[in-house]
């Protein structure tokens, strides 16, 4: 669980971006998604919201890896 400071203020920002036209899939030059991002820094919570917004979580990076794949487990 994300305890940092900022975090719940983070991910309130995050549900707004969600409710606005957000490209939950939308991918950068390595192909990787918002959920890849989420995943890679342990932002489990954001992870989640992503998801729950449509975010596909059996879309692959270059490096042939899924979201879940790149999950820190901390």
């Known amino acids: 669980m994300n ?3 900022g ?3 983070a991910c309130s920002a ?10 939950v899939n939308a991918r950068d ?3 990787e998604t ?3 991002k989420a ?8 992870y989640n919201q992503l998801q729950a ?3 596909r979580d ?3 990076n270059l490096m042939g890896e899924s979201p879940a794949d790149v999950l820190v487990d901390r």
Not at 14 to 23: D, E, I, R, V
Not at 39 to 46: E, G, K, Q, S, V
């Open 3 to 5: 305890s940092l400071p």
């Open 7 to 9: 975090i719940s203020a």
């Open 14 to 23: 995050l549900t707004c971006l969600l409710c606005s036209a957000l490209q």
């Open 29 to 31: 030059n390595m192909m």
């Open 34 to 36: 918002p959920m890849h």
């Open 39 to 46: 995943a890679r820094r342990n932002y489990i919570l954001a």
């Open 53 to 55: 917004a449509g975010g």
């Open 58 to 60: 059996t879309l692959l």
